[in-house]
Structure formats: C-alpha cells, structure tokens
C-alpha cells in the first residue's frame, strides 16, 4: 500500500519542503521494502517528485537537497536510530513507531544532527507541517515533542 500524503496540492512551502515531505515518503519506502537510497532515489526524481500521480500533484522539490536527506539518514541510521530511541518515553521502542512516523522523526534527526545551516524551529516546524499530511490525529503532536527533545541535545 502506498503512503502518500493526503494534502500534496495545497503545501506552502517551495522546494525544500517538497524535498521533505519526498523524503519521508522515501525514507518509508526503504524502510519497509528494503531498498536503499540510491534506488528509491532515482525512484523518486524520475517519476514522483514534481509529477501528478492517482490526482494528487507533487511539488517540484530541490532535487540535491532531497538526495541529501535520504542519503543522509541511510549513511547515519545507526546514529539517528540511537537518538530517536534515547529521547522516546519509556516503554516505547523505535520498532513500535509507526513506519511513516519513523520516517519523519528520522528525516528530522538528520537535519538536526547534519545540517546545522538550517535554524531548529525551521527544522522542528517542517517536520510538523509532513507529519500533518499524513495524520489526523496526534502523530503530528508526537513529532513535534520527539524532534524538540532531540533538538535540546543534538543542537546544546
């Protein structure tokens, strides 16, 4: 099944959050079918970024920015995956995330950790704004907490 977000024509936010929300579609994408950044990212730039796809219109996204994150988070998952786990409440693992979710917190802890060009309200505020295209409920609320943790001992 497919994980596309539920609001794809109505994103405010250019390229780079285009880039972001691409990412975490790709960062699931690997997660659950194995593949790894080199394919889903070719994946991603020949037929999904800037396309129209089932009706829903995918913004044109910074294609090096894209690349960066998924590249990003694959080469330092061990890294990122730590720190996710280590800010969660007790009694919740990183396996127990719902995939999507997942995905965003990792895209985000990447930014936090690789990309310090990037303000961390910038960063924490995005990453809402994808988990919002995919979520109702309080997933985005979720992410929001996580990222903010996370920001308080990556960026000290």
Known sequence: MSKNAKKTTSKQGGARSASRLGAAQ??????????????????????RLGEVIEGDHYASADTVFFNDLVKGVEERRTDIDAHVAGSLSEGWTLARIEPVARAILRAGTYELMGRPDIPTSVVINEYVDVAKAFFDDSK???INGVLDK???TIRA
């Open 26 to 47: 790709a960062l699931y994408q690997m997660d659950i079918g194995d593949q790894s950044a080199q394919q889903v990212i070719a994946e991603f730039i020949d037929y």
């Open 150 to 152: 996370l920001a308080k």
């Open 140 to 142: 985005p609320g979720f």
